[in-house]
């Protein structure tokens, strides 16, 4: 994908890890530390195996040895630490079904903890494990000594110790493995692992294999990696293979480091490797990583001996897998943590399936059982509670978890891997529940729990793609409703998009991440060649991507660009697939316009040929934005109401973060604070410092037809300044969007209040002060202010143009006209008394408009309490948004949206427990009071109505859940 996300996860894996080595034992000095003594063995310095440096401490131990440690380097400060606790690195020569114990005790000799370790491995293993939350130990206790004490029941054997730390900080992503246990319950972010790997392979109806369709699937993924040759002399699968020979010889020359070195044991002799989680530098040695193996050498081996017949690459890639292994990469082995090394490891992966017929018997069942732990396969044998998977799992993974069901050695187990992973991918697929990722009803795509189009959604989309194609037309095809997900996934995707980039609310922590659709284009291509014929409409939208000349640069880049980082996606049958998708008869669609509300972005989308409008806002259950140590510092408010605008046509857009000069306080159709860099990068109150919610569940969006819309939210920061408020509304017409504000309020009168007009990087600006108000350009739009003070500030090119609400403004406004073409007249008319735009309400009870030219009401009703005399819509039971268009014979249309979830959340995400974030959308019976008797109908579902003659009202009860969109026909009844 073209999104690299690297950087953040490694200086986040650095960040929890870096005082994992900060005080160590390493036995570099050649010594062993006097005052450690061994019962009946013998301690010695080893060169013969190290885990950094050239040497660790070798034990020769015997039967019930114990080895004390009289008061270690940095003991009394970790066990004074709630988090303080061992981090060890052990090498184990002989595996054996017997336990080492690291015992810690006080000046009494008294045991006040201890940590069992298997042995039951060889090669190296780590230990991250705290005194008081795994080990039990009681928070006021001290330790003086420590103690390893060696089995009971065996004779003799050889340990090795490297890198033994007493820290007080422990990282919180330390998980169990097959040796040690952690007391871990909360398997939001950390899965577990050893619970998976201990699930029974057993499935309650086995799909059994016909006609040899596992040899069908197989064959499809071995194409989809190497290609066919039915298209080789396609420009674009040419343009792949030469960018893919640069790959490999790239890898080629970076394993020309790499010596095959064995000892006469066959155990391989090479350099130490540490897993993610480990910092770049260890006692001023560099740590090379798994990771860089697996992203650059492992791949471009394989792939250089499946299609270049090169033996010396697979002697080599044999070579790094026994290395892997001897290292720690193994069954079992969390290596302390594997939170993100499960991640990056698609060069392990990908490579093991091109090359696992090559592997002998030992080392092909070592490496399934390795896969089996780093893929997590065993979930698929877990009976799913509800629907979804976390995108991160299903990006990286799903592939990999496909390779291990189709690499099992017997036929029987086969069809067992594979029915479990059928019905994985269809549950996985499916729509989730509450704050869970990834598709969700609307089809936003959701990972750390909100709404992520920059990354991680499209990767998991294009995951799930791609596992459709694979088994499509087999035994073990995804479900229709899978296939409908995806489908609807896409064309949701690519209607969101504008031209090839996402909305601005919805980048997560990368803002310049916007240009995404053409990474997708290949997920169009293999769901629409999922089903019996390719679907018309998948192939439409791909074909009118795939033709624009605006996206040519950028579909090349993509088809240029091979690599093996985070989910290795870039084969030629990738792109074989999208050439074969291309030469169908089926025509492009025409470009796409209309206009949707996605209440689970909280984004309302508005398009047409011209220009492509997204607003987007934050509650209760909608995140403000993300960000990290490095990215996207100043994005707080990315969702304060962001009005983001694409001119389509010259090629202009309002969000332009890419600008040095850009400034952040200043966010187009955003109402602010104007702060300092300092305290706009301040994490503030909450302990997260990003993904904050409100307390407010009123977030609304009505999509009454292609070119009616309305958008509406009540502002409320509880993290940086809980006094910071707004209610803010943005309603869509088919010239010009009008966009009211009201009690705009802030007690901090340090700073100014502002809602922003625009922010342009062009000379192209103009502004002109008439009586009722302010007309301004930018490069693209014209605004229409009426009343309140309108400021620009202009330096050089960039010009930034807001209504100042002054400091700490008590009930501010605004109202002001967005023009799609700029026309004076228009502009001049809607300021004026003669506008077509009549303002009803615009209060902390309610935001009421008219067109009165076009006879239609849009209503955002903030209070239910409150009746609004004079309106079609007269009461209601619960806040909610409507727009009311007059049809003909007095009958109308009534377009309703009531936003709230009805479930739990908290300050900020950080705060929900694995509970919360499952908790299910609960219905609620929405009753409108409507003026007049009418018959109603609902296309979508049943609606209960009653019609009180003598008070000439009608009342409808409809069943509301998930601030999703119901159409409302009211047709007047007779007296």
Known sequence: MKKNISTAILLISLAISQSAFSQIYSFENGIVPEDWKADKGTLSISSE??????????????????????SPAGISEACKSKNGGMNVWIYNESPIKEKIVFSFRNEAEKEVCQLPFLLNFKGWRCIWAKFQGDMNMPSKSSIQSVEIQFPQHTQKGVTYIDLLEFTPKVSWQNMSDAQYKVNRTDYSLIPDFTGYRNAIPKVEKVITDKDDQITVITNRLTAWYLGSEQQSSEKWVKMRKENEKVFIQNGLKAAQKIKIQYNEDRTPKGEPLFPMGAPSTIDGIEAKKFRTINENILLPLALDYRKNKNAQSLKKALYIYDWFNDQGWADGSSMGTLCFEKLRSSGYFHSFFLLKDQLSPEQLERELQSLNWFTMFGICYQLPSHPGEVADNLRALAIPKLIYALSQNKIQEREVALTAFKHYMDNALGIAPGFFGTFKADFSGYHHRGPYNSAYYPHALYAGALIAYLLHDTPYALSETTLHNLKQGLLTFRFFCAGLDVPAGTVGRFPKGQQILETLLPAFAYTALSFKEPD???TAAFKRILESSDNKQAITEYISNVNSNLAYTSTVGEIELMAQLASTSITKEKPVTGTLFMPYSGLLVAKDSLFHFNIKGFSRYIWDFESSATENTKGRYLAYGQIEYFDLKNRHKSFNPQEPDFDWNYIPGATTKVLPDKILQDKGGSSSGHRNFSDETFLTGVYASDKNAMFSFRMHDITYDQSFRANKSVFVFEDFLFCLGSDIQTKDKRYPTVTTLF?????????ERIPEGYILTDPSLMYAVKGGAVRTSCEGSHTRAYIEHGNAPEAAKYHYYILKNKNKVLARQLLSNESPIEVIAQDNDAHIVTHKTKEITCGALFNAQKTYDGQLVSQVNIPLSYILEKQKDNSFKL???????RRISHAHMGLLTEEDVIQQEKPYDTRLT??????????????????????????ITISTIRGENYTLLLQQADN
């Open 49 to 70: 195996k190290y885990k950094s440096g050239t040497q660790s401490l070798q034990i020769n131990w015997k039967q019930g040895d114990i080895l004390t440690i009289p």
């Open 536 to 538: 018309k409409e998948l």
């Open 759 to 767: 922010q342009s990087f062009s000379r192209n600006t103009g502004e």
């Open 895 to 901: 377009s309703v949206c009531e936003p709230d979830m």
């Open 930 to 955: 409507i003026n007049g008797l009418y018959n109603v109908k609902s296309p979508q579902k049943p609606v209960e109505v009653s019609l009180d003659r003598e008070k000439d009202k009608t009342y």
